[in-house]
């Protein structure tokens, strides 16, 4: 069936570098890439998404790549701050089927101060 | 709160005990998901109702029962669960079926004893 692989599992950076996750998707008809982030203890929460026709979208010090010939996207997290450490999700939609998501694993990402 | 209500935010209950998750969102979207979310796994699609009809359902277990009476309001009916059932059951809605924009509840932790 369709699955999202995302990696890494964990990752820890100091604050103001960069940290990057990266996913890959098995379903062609897959056209839509959402990533959330999860505090502790919280709901998930759409930060950005992408669609099949862009390459790339940014807002503010986050920003997706998708590269749909290699079936995977990626999350840049850029000049990192303690408050961004929380679980990153990515997921892609179930195109066959009216597009609901299907998720990655998750990344917990630490960011030390 | 995002517009998403889910109660209750915790349950304990017995194997043998009969008990129902609610959801409620006030987007007026028209999709409506049940998610399982368990320790280090990926968040698991379990149902997915648009305009009240269930359009997809997960291989979930026949313990789980979805219902869904209006396009503002799902149920998730629990009878006979086993302990590895045990997980926060996350509640989420779309304005169109295909995950755009999905808005999550805050879920209801459920321990199964």
């Keep these: 069936g369709e699955n999202v692989e995302q990696h890494p599992s964990t990752l820890s950076v100091q604050e103001g570098d960069s940290a990057v996750i990266k996913c890959t998707y098995s379903d062609s008809a897959s056209n839509y890439f959402p990533w959330y982030k999860q505090e502790l203890g919280k709901r998930p929460q759409l930060i950005i998404d992408i669609r099949s026709n862009v390459g790339e979208k940014k807002d503010q010090r986050i920003a997706v790549t998708l590269n749909k010939t290699a079936k995977h996207f990626s999350l840049h997290i850029t000049e990192t701050q303690p408050e961004d450490s929380a679980v990153y999700f990515c997921a892609a939609s179930k195109g066959g089927s009216q597009g609901n998501l299907i998720f990655g694993k998750g990344t917990k990402l630490s960011v030390k101060p | ?113």
């Excluded at chain 2, 999709?31 to 305009?51: C, D, G, I, R, T």
């Excluded at chain 2, 998730?76 to 926060?88: F, I, N, W």
């Design chain 2, 1 to 113: 709160e995002t517009g998403v209500t889910q109660t209750p935010r915790h349950l304990v209950m017995g194997m043998t005990n009969k008990k129902s998750l609610k959801c409620e969102q006030h987007l007026g979207h028209n999709a409506m998901y049940w998610y399982k979310q368990s320790a280090k796994k990926p968040l698991e699609l379990m149902f997915v109702y648009s305009l009240e009809e269930r359009v997809e359902n997960n291989s979930v277990p026949s313990r789980f029962s979805p219902e869904c009476p209006n396009s503002s309001h799902l149920f998730l009916h629990l009878h006979t669960l086993q302990p590895e059932d045990s997980a926060l059951y996350l509640c989420a809605s779309s304005q169109v079926i295909g995950g755009y924009g999905y808005t999550f509840g805050s879920g209801t932790r459920l321990t199964v004893v």
